[in-house]
């Protein structure tokens, strides 16, 4: 790839380093969808024992490109968003897809499209872990930063992706059992 290419690509996808997530990090500040992102592709990292079966670069390679869509809309928190900015976002996104060269813009062309079908285990293992994410980061920052919703959203959140795999539905319990010390610690 032509190096003044790179450049620009990166300095669309540095964006996310400043576009904010609804959740805070331990610290108290809000979490970026690049952070957010970051996680998800360590998750992704360590959990390549648990699925021998699936080709987990690339489902880091789909944890690492999921969010981009938000360097131009922004992030919408899951509770609030629709199919519209969903369209919206995918509009923006593609059109930038669009002008990365062949290779690239074909590669990611066809990960969003598997990512957004969800037929593949590499497809449900992404999909489960960035709903994993959001409710492990809940669990880490205070719990002073939740909005009512939360209490049940963090609950219930991602049950319904997990369902295909001992291990995620043995995580996503261990993030349950979490959430509850969190909130009974916090009454």
């Known amino acids: 790839m032509d190096a003044r290419k790179l450049l620009d690509i990166l300095s669309v996808a540095e964006r996310l380093k400043d576009t904010t997530r609804h959740c805070y990090t331990a610290k108290g500040r809000h979490e970026s969808v690049a952070e957010h992102s970051w996680m998800m592709t360590l998750m992704a990292f360590f959990m390549r ?30 509770f609030d968003k629709n199919q519209a900015h969903e369209e919206v976002e995918e509009k923006e996104l593609y059109h930038w897809i669009d002008s990365l060269p062949p290779r690239y813009s074909t590669e990611m062309r066809e990960l969003y499209e598997e990512m957004k079908e969800r037929k593949t285990i590499e497809a449900r293992i992404y999909k489960s872990i960035d709903g994993l994410e959001a409710l492990i980061q809940h669990n880490i920052s205070d719990l002073s930063t939740w909005i009512p ?37 916090g009454k």
Do not use: W
Request: charged fraction near 35%; hydrophobic fraction near 35%; glycine fraction near 4%.
């Open 49 to 78: 024992d648990e699925f021998p079966e699936a080709d987990m670069d690339k489902v880091i390679k789909m944890c690492i490109i999921h969010d981009l869509g938000e360097c131009f809309t922004g992030d919408i928190p899951a």
């Open 149 to 185: 919703k939360e209490y049940e959203l963090n609950l219930t959140y991602a049950d319904d992706k997990v369902g295909f795999s001992e291990y995620l539905m043995e995580l996503r319990q261990a993030i349950r059992q979490d959430s509850i010390k969190k909130i009974e610690a």
